[in-house]
């Protein structure tokens, strides 16, 4: 069964621009999350969608968007980028919502270089 | 709400010793607590998880870890470090109820020397 892909893999981009970020989850997985990783804060909760919902969100700015379709692939937005948006962002897909009872699996990530 | 705290941003142990990587956690409900492994340029993977029941899980690759709520400890441990072992290491703890997003540690780099 293959894995949660994500891409592109490596990503740089100027300050002020946007970004758009793809992550197909495992098949029959229905729920997708994303994560920020840096080296100052760790990984930090974006969001997670089931069923083309949003079903929680972490505490970032309005500038990070996500969206799910219909066949459970994901993408997350990133609008007027800043260089503090540098980061390796990670997608996670899992059975069913409920990050504690359905085990995430994560893609190997976007690094993400603003300059 | 719930945290995290990894002692520890770098751990280094010889092939063959014991592998402790410590985290503490706080939470004001019951926890589900896990450990997942990061190798370099790859996603992270999960090595074990405690839910409820017993306080003592195994995981993959010979690793383990107990929970003890007295001391809010769920530290990782290995009897014989081996060269692949070498990773970068997350705690993370979540609600064990609901939706709640995992919060995770700030992560351990474990080194291992021949």
């Known amino acids: 069964k293959a894995g949660v892909t994500q891409t592109p893999r490596y990503l740089i981009k100027t300050r002020g621009q946007q970004v758009t970020l793809s992550c197909s989850p495992i098949?029959?997985?229905?729920?997708v999350s994303w994560y920020q990783q840096t080296p100052g804060q760790g990984l930090q909760f974006l969001f997670e969608?089931?069923?083309?919902?949003?079903?929680n969100k972490g505490n970032f700015p309005g500038r990070f968007s996500g969206r799910q379709f219909s066949n459970s692939r994901s993408e997350m937005n990133v609008s007027t980028l800043e260089l503090g948006d540098s980061a390796l962002y990670l997608c996670?897909?899992?059975?069913?919502?409920?990050?504690?009872?359905?085990?995430?699996?994560f893609g190997p990530g976007t690094r993400l270089t603003v300059t | 709400a719930q945290s995290v705290t990894q002692l520890g941003s770098h751990v280094s142990v010889s092939e063959g010793a014991l592998v402790l990587l410590r985290c503490n956690y706080s939470?004001?409900?019951?926890?589900?607590l896990f450990w997942y492994v990061q190798y370099p340029n790859q996603g992270l993977q999960l090595l074990l998880k405690y839910t409820t029941g017993a306080t003592l899980v195994k995981g993959i690759n010979g690793f383990e870890a107990e929970f003890k709520k007295s001391e809010t400890s769920f530290h990782l441990t290995k009897p014989s470090a081996h060269m692949s072992d070498a990773a970068e290491y997350f705690c993370?703890?979540?609600?064990?109820?609901?939706?709640?997003?995992?919060?995770f540690g700030k992560g351990t780099r474990l080194s291992v020397i021949a």
């Open positions: 993370a703890v979540s609600a064990n109820s609901g939706n709640t997003p995992l919060v």
């Open positions: 098949s029959g997985h229905r729920s």
């Open positions: 969608y089931f069923s083309e919902t949003q079903r």
């Open positions: 996670a897909s899992s059975l069913a919502v409920g990050q504690a009872a359905y085990e995430q699996y």
């Open positions: 939470s004001s409900v019951p926890p589900y």
